[in-house]
């Protein structure tokens, strides 16, 4: 399975994650949330209907008879009730409907009990399907033969000169609008929910993307990291092994050819010393294994030091080495020898890369709260394009030239390398054939 076909399993995998996560989420929170408008709503309208008895509760009792027969003066009370066992033929006036409550006649009904159970009068739109006899229960739901729910409360009623209950009140409502508005968000759930799902779905494949890209991008470096370093190490081992086999075909007595072939063994082994090496502090950076508290580092001493160190070599290439340090001490916190590792990468390259007859200036300046080391030469330059990847690792701008000068293309690398752990800034500023400045901001 190739690199690619493993990353898009992942991504794939990761998607559904996402999606399957979100989904969960999203229906958990759906649900709840209609069962919470659902319950809202329930209760809203069994309040709406409770307020209703308690408003004739207080107007009627007082006018409730104590005899068994009250048909006359339940018509007066209630003048749009059909009083049982006669013809209904109430015909309200508005200001009648009024006094009794209820102004919405057709979702509302109304219903007279007396102690024993017996049905005494009722609204003209009540369901047909209701039996005269009373259920006591307080809230009672039922559903018609037309499929139509209904809802009703029962309350007790007092007469005023007696103690004992007079009968019974019962007030219901049809439940087609609430069942309507059920219906309608429970459409919109069943529709919206999927929506909400594909939605999730594509940017949970967009996301994981996203999450996946920098991944992708490390394995791929890595990939080409470890081409690199095998493709350096093969080279000066194919010419240890050539070497070596040369030594051994020619005769002992030649002791001047072996000798200058054992010069070249040891040139190849170090080289792959310090390509190791540098290998090893690259990894030691990026895990930071063995790191060290950072300690305070003297600016002025470190450039003075690399500049003293690397002034033969520069001397020796006919390039004018020149230092410039401010008067006071610049410190900062950091690892000296990283630090001191790094800067001498920078110098190392611009003498490698400056003419001879060229010059090379490092320079210390102390800002208000960062330092700034800047190494600036006379040499080849960069080109722009060149300018983004002079520090990735194996990287040679001039790959013939930097063979020839024995450099491994882990210099810059490494200076990046140590400049991030420090939180520190590492520019580059070049113009091909003017030179390039280097610069350095260290907190």
């Not at 006591?136 to 007696?162: E, P, V």
């Not at 594909?198 to 994981?208: G, N, P, R």
């Not at 960062?370 to 006379?378: F, L, M, P, S």
Request: proline residues 5%; aromatic residues 8%; charged residues 15%.
């Amino acid at each position: 399975m190739n690199s690619y076909s493993l990353f898009r399993r992942s991504r794939l995998r990761l998607a559904l994650w996402y999606a399957g996560v979100m989904g969960v989420i999203l229906s958990v929170s759906g649900l709840g949330m209609y069962r919470a408008m659902v319950q809202t709503k329930w209760a809203g309208m069994e309040r709406e209907i409770e307020s209703i008895p308690g408003t004739l509760h207080d107007s009627v009792e007082p006018l409730l008879p104590p005899s068994e027969e009250p048909t006359a003066v339940l018509q007066q009370i209630f003048p749009d009730l059909c009083v049982s066992g006669q013809p209904c033929k109430a015909t309200p006036t508005l200001i009648q409907r009024h006094t009794i409550g209820i102004s919405d006649r057709t979702t509302y009904y109304i219903r007279l009990f007396n102690h024993q159970g017996k049905l005494l009068a009722f609204s003209p739109n009540q369901p047909l399907s209701l039996p005269p006899t009373l259920n006591r229960n307080s809230w009672q739901t039922f559903r018609t033969a037309k499929g139509i729910r209904y809802h009703q409360f029962t309350t007790i009623l007092h007469s005023a000169n007696a103690d004992s209950s007079w009968g019974y009140l019962q007030i219901g409502r049809t439940l087609e609008h609430f069942d309507g508005e059920i219906r309608r968000i429970r459409w919109i759930m069943a529709i919206g929910l999927p929506i909400a799902l594909s939605l999730v779905a594509t940017s949970s494949w967009w996301l994981s993307g996203l999450a996946m890209q920098p991944i992708y991008q490390s394995y791929q470096q890595q990939q080409q990291f470890t081409a690199n370093a095998a493709h350096e190490l093969r080279s000066p081992l194919a010419s240890l092994l050539a070497t070596v086999e040369a030594i051994l075909r020619i005769p002992q007595s030649n002791q001047q050819d072996i000798q200058i072939m054992l010069h070249t063994v040891e040139r190849q082994g170090r080289r792959l010393s310090h390509l190791i090496a540098d290998l090893l502090l690259l990894t030691s950076l990026e895990q930071n294994s063995g790191a060290k508290p950072f300690q305070p580092c003297c600016l002025n001493d470190l450039v003075s030091d690399l500049t003293e160190e690397f002034l033969e070599l520069a001397t020796a290439a006919d390039i004018n080495l020149t230092c410039q340090i401010p008067p006071c001490e610049v410190y900062t916190l950091g690892n000296e020898s990283q630090l001191y590792r790094l800067v001498s990468n920078l110098i190392a390259n611009a003498i490698q890369y400056t003419p001879r007859g060229g010059y090379v200036t490092v320079s210390l300046v102390k800002g208000d709260y960062t330092a700034v080391i800047a190494v600036k030469d006379t040499g080849i330059g960069i080109v722009p394009a060149d300018q983004k990847r002079i520090f990735d690792r194996f990287y040679r701008v001039d790959g013939d030239r930097s063979r020839k000068t024995g450099g491994t293309g882990l210099g810059l690398a490494i200076a990046m390398a140590i400049a991030q752990k420090h939180q520190a800034s590492l520019k580059v500023e070049s113009q091909v054939g003017k030179g390039s400045i280097f610069t350095l901001e260290v907190l």
